[in-house]
């Protein structure tokens, strides 16, 4: 009968701990001869189990020789598929020099520096899995190995099959041969089955290229985005527009960096004085893909913006409120398009309608306080200029009473108050104002920088010689 695992891992360490003993050796199915080991592997048709022990002290392989590799169940049940290989570490005291130096040679050949390691290798010495200690004992461990051994028989497989076709047919079944492998595995030992894949779907048909060669295309592509940025400042902007329209047909980016780039392109563009190109651009950003929510939103505000600055306002607000409408129609809260709207309306001094947009946008914002702080400051502003300056303070105040606000925007509401009691001639309750957002203020930075803005407005109150 097998002894209760805990039990034995328990016991071992008792006695380790107290006595200073060394730790019991392995059962005769392990040996420490790996070159050995792989001769007999090639015969048999077997894999191997290369298990990388630490020193005396290393509690992790007292776990795992007691409950998993010093059980009877275990060896029974690895035998039949593993040659089972222990790699001393090279402190060891019970090793020999040559010993030594054949375990320095696999450990550095493999790369290990965490003990204990486990590599499952092939016998062509090409690894498939790597584990180190877990806990669940025996039947655990042996599910592991389990799954380790499937991944290298379908590996095996898929290889096989691969042999006989070409093409896209033959990349699949190469990825399908190295995808249960794990990455870290895959990436070192497979390089040249990845090398491979990547060049038989160069064009990225099946995505395997982006999927094996993420980590290199990652970095070309941060080098390329410097050089664009570099182009754009140095070179003719028709030039720096062409280079960039050039790396865009010829490589593909995730949204945020074409995101990143098309900006780049922006800068360019607006310095052409062509609004229909400017227009072409920011529908290209507008759509691309995953661009949704308040960054789709953003976007169609720069454009709305960049047209009335064009002179075209009326298709610009043709355009602000057939989105608003379309967003409507989706759900969406249009807080940016509406705080847009509100402020477009301010400005041809539509001030009721512009109240309204602030007024129809604020419930929806309540978890948006930037956003929030915006519609309250452009409702204010609303207000006041339909002659209502008590309804302009209090909205700033009930604001600015908000606790669960950032200080630094109720501060902003509090300096907005301020100034508009300024124009009212109001300047001693003005002062007041000024002085509370700063006790508002929650950090030394922040006050300082309202102390500033505090300063310069009561300088223009000083009289002059």
């Known amino acids: 009968m097998v002894a209760n695992p805990l039990s034995v891992a328990i016991a071992v360490i008792f006695f380790w701990v107290n006595s200073g003993a060394v730790r019991p050796t392995l059962g005769d199915q392990w040996t420490t001869n790996a070159d050995q080991a792989i001769k007999t592997a090639q015969k048999e048709g077997k894999d191997l189990l290369f298990y990388f022990a630490g020193t005396e002290k290393c509690k992790n392989c007292q776990l795992l020789e007691a409950e998993v590799f010093n059980q009877e169940d275990f060896q029974d049940e690895i035998s039949s598929e593993f040659l089972l290989v222990r790699v001393e570490h090279a402190e060891d005291e019970r090793a020999t020099e040559p010993e030594k130096m054949q375990n320095l040679k696999w450990t550095r050949q493999y790369g290990v520096t965490n003990f204990p390691t486990v590599f499952l290798i092939d016998d062509q010495q090409v690894p498939f899995g790597i ?90 592509r941060k080098v390329i985005m410097t050089e664009l940025m570099l182009v754009a400042r140095l070179e003719d902007p028709i030039d720096a527009i062409g280079a960039i329209d050039r790396v865009l047909a010829e490589m593909e980016f995730p949204t945020d960096q074409q995101m990143e780039i098309l900006q780049i392109k922006l800068n360019l563009v607006r310095g052409q004085n062509d609004p229909d190109a400017i227009d072409r651009l920011l529908d290209q950003m507008i759509g691309l893909p995953g661009v949704a929510g308040a960054t789709r939103e953003r976007l169609i505000v720069k454009k709305i913006l960049l047209m009335r600055g064009s002179g075209r306002g009326k298709a610009a607000m043709e355009l602000l409120t057939g989105s608003i409408e379309r967003g409507k129609a989706k759900g969406a809260r249009n807080l940016f398009l509406y705080a847009a709207l509100g402020e477009m309306l301010l400005a041809d001094q539509n001030y009721r309608e512009a109240l309204q947009a602030f007024e129809q946008a604020i419930p929806a914002a309540r978890s948006t306080p930037e956003v929030l702080a915006d519609l309250v400051s452009g409702k204010a502003e609303a207000f006041y200029r339909l002659k209502q300056p008590a309804n302009a303070l209090k909205t700033l105040d009930n604001f600015a009473d908000d606790t669960n606000v950032p200080a630094d925007l109720r501060a902003e509401a509090t300096l907005h108050k301020s100034m508009l009691m300024r124009e009212m001639g109001k300047i001693r309750l003005a002062k007041l104002s000024e002085n509370r957002a700063i006790e508002i203020a929650n950090t030394p930075i922040l006050k300082r920088e309202f102390q500033n803005v505090v300063e310069r407005l009561r300088k223009k109150d000083a009289p002059t010689n």
């Not at 040249?192 to 982006?210: C, M, P, Q, T, Y």
């Open 131 to 220: 584990a180190g200690y877990e806990q669940g004992g025996v039947n655990n461990y042996l599910g592991l190995l389990a799954e380790f051994h499937k991944v290298r028989v379908d590996r095996d497989q898929a290889m096989a099959k691969a042999d006989k076709v070409k093409g896209l047919d033959r990349a699949k079944l190469l990825d399908q041969a190295i995808s249960g492998i794990s990455e870290s595995i895959a990436s070192v030992y497979y390089p040249k089955v990845i090398e491979e894949i990547v060049k038989i779907d160069a064009n990225n048909e099946l995505g395997l290229r982006s999927k094996w060669n993420a980590e290199q295309e990652a970095e070309l």
